[in-house]
């Protein structure tokens, strides 16, 4: 279904981003970042806490001006089609703003008036259908769960129907329930919008989002649909072997003239042996093994996580 949805807009760009920088003073918090996504994309702006993604967010949807660079969004310049970009953009911020003795439809309906949306009544209803709030919608702001709240954030970001959601750390801070809630709602959000998603949970953007943009210290690092990162960031090879009576120090002292060798380390009754390259050492070790008067008992790949490879990146801090 998605994939018709994308072929009728024929791959419109959504978001353009280029060179992107953003200055505190003199430290760089967004540092000449270039990304884009198509129409119906859901792209997840990966990186660890302090990487830049809450600026990048804050300049998308014309809160705070570049330092240098620029953005399109559907067309628009954030910068000199300020209001034309705010009328497509929906935005969760990373803290949203309560208004704690508004109630939920009070809320919504201020928001819808704010951005002068017609029929608003309707739309309304229909927005809070969607996030599943219209139960609650005379409930005060104040008594509502920390995920209802995060709900009613989403709920104000699409109360004008916006073409792009720019959607700030959702699931952060709620319980794993309304985590899951509020994947469902964002992955069903993108059938019908462009998405830009923040996290710092690599599993979550990896079961969100159709491409993943990693930034850290202000910079993309890289980029890719969840299965192509892997297949490009995975660049040694991590081995289990396990030889019988060979304490770390004999088995380093055996295994280090492996071609590429990176590290050895404990693991259960055996060891982990990592690669710079993937060139296939298992005859190698097997080998050495041997030739040291060792007895190989078990030799087998691991599969590198996704979390292994992301955390060598961003180093393991
Ligand atoms: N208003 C500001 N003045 C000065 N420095 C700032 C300001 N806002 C953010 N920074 C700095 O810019 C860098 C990027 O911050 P940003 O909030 O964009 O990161 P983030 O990726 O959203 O992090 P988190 O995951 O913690 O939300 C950080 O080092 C932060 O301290
Ligand atoms: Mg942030």
Redesign the pocket.
């Known amino acids: 279904m998605r994939k018709v949805w994308i072929s009728r807009l024929t791959a419109q760009k959504m978001i353009e981003v280029q060179n992107l920088t ?1 200055q ?2 003199n ?1 760089t ?2 540092n000449g970042i270039t990304f884009e996504a198509q129409a119906g994309e859901i792209v997840g702006l990966l ?12 300049m998308l949807t014309g809160f705070m001006p570049p330092t240098s660079g620029t953005a399109k969004i559907a067309g628009f310049d954030i910068f000199d089609d300020s209001m034309e970009v705010r009328k497509r953009v929906g935005y969760l911020p ?1 803290r949203v703003p309560i208004y704690p003795d508004m109630t939920v439809r009070g809320y919504v309906d201020f928001w819808a008036r704010l951005r002068g949306v017609k029929n608003s009544k309707s739309q309304v209803t229909q927005v809070l259908e969607r996030v599943h709030l219209l139960d609650r919608q005379k409930t005060l702001v104040r008594n509502l769960s920390k995920g209802m709240r995060q709900r009613l954030g989403l709920a104000q970001a699409l109360v004008h129907d916006p073409e792009v959601i720019i959607l ?2 959702p699931t952060i801070g709620i319980d794993p329930q309304q985590v899951i809630e509020v994947r469902d709602s964002v992955r069903e959000l993108g059938k019908k919008h462009t998405i830009l998603f ?1 996290t ?1 949970i690599l599993s979550e953007a990896e079961q969100v989002c159709d491409r993943v943009v990693i ?1 850290n210290k ?1 910079q993309i690092i890289a980029e890719g649909t969840p299965a192509n990162l892997r297949q490009k960031l995975q660049r040694g090879n991590s081995l289990y072997v396990q030889i019988v009576g060979a304490n770390l120090a004999q088995a380093t002292d055996m295994l280090s003239g492996v071609a590429g060798f990176e590290s050895l380390t404990a693991q259960g009754e055996g060891y982990i042996l990592r690669t710079r390259n993937s060139n296939d050492v298992r005859g190698q070790i097997a080998e050495r093994v041997v030739q040291s008067g060792y007895r190989l008992v078990e030799l087998r790949p691991v599969a590198m996580t996704l979390e292994d490879i992301f955390l060598d990146l961003v180093g393991r801090e």
């Open positions: 953003k505190y003073g430290f918090a967004v990186g660890p806490n302090g990487a830049g993604k809450t600026t990048t967010m804050r990373e700030d750390e923040s710092h930034i202000g």
